[in-house]
């Protein structure tokens, strides 16, 4: 490769047929039971006004402040190349008053975001994820729901060695009170604390429970947890959930320093992770944001969702079968009058849902057997001038070894009452 090659960009991947297959057997697993749940489609657009994210995911998060794709354009717009999807979801069921149209909706989508992460292993800059929002309801079923969604998912597509994690981070009342509890414990060791923590302590301490830093997960052992802050209603609320998860056999962890720092999440969080796989272990990660599309300029709404990385689930499909869709008709063409009938008899073939190929290289008889044998096909038919001439082709049965004569105005038909 010359250094004129273009390349993709950093943490891009291109997906080639050998890995699409893959992904489609996902993709179809995945369309096929988010419907056994009730769930539709919806596909927004892949870049939105910044401000929708700004506020919808806030100012403060690292995907905010640091790895959004933004720009103004030739109109003095700001944009951004959606980092994730629940706002963007979020701003078209306020736009589009899905909320009057139905008092529950059940949104799915499988969507390319983007990040500008350090990329490696399992962590790139765009990737792709599936996820749900169920908008409309704020009560425990539909929470249980969402996981028991997400979970048969995974289980379906083969993942093994899954953890649910789960907390409630209560109203925003059980909040407000767990901030000030946080902080007051945080001040004696203010100064021990990373600086990145330090700029949380006032305007998110809540966030400060996210740090991979040894020294500061060893400070918040002692730190309160959320759960001494629930009100009643949280309290209600997180044990019917569990009950749920029990009445489903769905297997989880209690994790009381779960949290999501921003305002409009509320009540239930959740991860799913895989020991499949390595640093990056997480697969999806959920919870409910009753504060959202109010916060967005809509009508109070209780919503809960969750997002999956599909690179992740890929990755941790450690024996993922998908099959290559078999060509099943090879038509070996011979000479040059041969081409016209050659194209017209795949393109009946193929309207008539049988995959066909024919050779476009003008090889020789030889080497397009060989071709066909190679693609694994059942059948191939053979026109040359000979067949033109006697309007008959031949068949040949690549399972048998057999080949017969068949009338070249017969043959579609014939070709349909096979089984493949
Ligand atoms: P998040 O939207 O950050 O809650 O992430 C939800 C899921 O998306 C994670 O559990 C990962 O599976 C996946 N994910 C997040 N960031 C990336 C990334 N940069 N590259 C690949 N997958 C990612």
């Known amino acids: 490769m010359n250094n004129k090659t273009i390349r993709s960009i950093k943490g891009t991947q291109d997906i080639l047929p050998e890995e699409s297959i893959k992904w489609q057997s996902l993709e179809n697993e995945i369309r096929k039971i988010t419907s056994h749940y009730g769930y539709e489609e919806i596909r927004t657009p892949a870049f939105e006004q910044t401000k929708l994210f700004s506020r919808g995911v806030g100012e403060e998060t690292d995907i905010v402040s640091k790895e959004m794709y933004s720009w103004t354009d030739q109109g003095g717009e700001n944009l951004t190349l959606k980092p994730e999807l629940t706002a963007s979801v979020a701003r078209a069921y306020i736009q589009h008053n899905l909320g009057l149209v139905s008092p529950v909706n059940k949104l799915y989508y499988i969507d390319a975001l983007f990040r500008r992460e350090r990329p490696q292993k399992g962590r790139y800059r765009q990737f792709h994820q599936f996820g749900v929002e169920a908008f409309g309801s704020e009560h425990p079923e539909i929470d249980a729901e969402v996981i028991a969604l997400a979970i048969s998912i995974f289980y379906s597509v083969g993942l093994e060695e899954l953890q649910l994690n789960i907390n409630s981070i209560g109203s925003p009342e059980c909040r407000k009170n767990y901030r000030i509890a946080l902080q007051e414990f945080l001040k004696p060791h203010f100064s021990n604390l990373s600086e990145t923590s330090q700029k949380r302590f006032n305007n998110n301490p809540l966030r400060i429970l996210d740090t991979k830093a040894p020294h500061?997960?060893?400070?918040?052992?002692?730190?309160?947890?959320?759960?001494?802050?629930?009100?009643?209603?949280?309290?209600?609320?997180?044990?019917?959930?569990?009950?749920?998860?029990?009445?489903?056999?769905?297997?989880?962890?209690?994790?009381?320093?779960?949290?999501?720092?921003?305002?409009?999440?509320?009540?239930?969080?959740?991860?799913?992770?895989?020991?499949?796989?390595?640093?990056?272990?997480?697969?999806?990660?959920?919870?409910?944001?009753?504060?959202?599309?109010?916060?967005?300029?809509?009508?109070?709404?209780?919503?809960?969702?969750?997002?999956?990385?599909?690179?992740?689930?890929?990755?941790?499909?450690?024996?993922?079968?998908?099959?290559?869709?078999?060509?099943?008709?090879?038509?070996?063409?011979?000479?040059?009058?041969?081409?016209?009938?050659?194209?017209?008899?795949?393109?009946?073939?193929?309207?008539?849902?049988?995959?066909?190929?024919?050779?476009?290289?003008?090889?020789?008889?030889?080497?397009?057997?060989?071709?066909?044998?190679?693609?694994?096909?059942?059948?191939?038919?053979?026109?040359?001038?000979?067949?033109?001439?006697?309007?008959?082709?031949?068949?040949?049965?690549?399972?048998?070894?057999?080949?017969?004569?068949?009338?070249?105005?017969?043959?579609?038909?014939?070709?349909?009452?096979?089984?493949?």
């Open 216 to 420: 500061e997960i060893n400070i918040l052992n002692d730190a309160p947890i959320i759960s001494n802050y629930w009100t009643d209603e949280d309290e209600t609320h997180f044990k019917k959930v569990i009950e749920y998860l029990d009445i489903l056999e769905i297997k989880y962890q209690l994790m009381p320093r779960l949290v999501r720092g921003l305002d409009y999440y509320t009540r239930t969080t959740f991860e799913i992770t895989s020991s499949n796989l390595g640093a990056q272990d997480a697969i999806c990660g959920g919870g409910r944001y009753d504060g959202l599309v109010e916060m967005l300029g809509g009508k109070p709404t209780p919503g809960i969702g969750f997002a999956a990385g599909m690179e992740r689930l890929l990755l941790a499909m450690k024996n993922n079968q998908s099959k290559k869709n078999k060509v099943q008709i090879y038509i070996v063409g011979l000479g040059d009058n041969a081409r016209g009938t050659v194209i017209k008899l795949a393109e009946e073939l193929r309207q008539q849902n049988i995959a066909t190929e024919f050779d476009v290289l003008r090889r020789s008889l030889k080497a397009q057997l060989r071709e066909a044998n190679k693609m694994g096909v059942s059948y191939a038919i053979i026109i040359g001038d000979k067949e033109l001439e006697s309007n008959q082709l031949e068949l040949k049965n690549f399972s048998t070894g057999n080949q017969q004569k068949i009338e070249l105005n017969k043959i579609v038909e014939h070709m349909n009452s096979l089984s493949f």
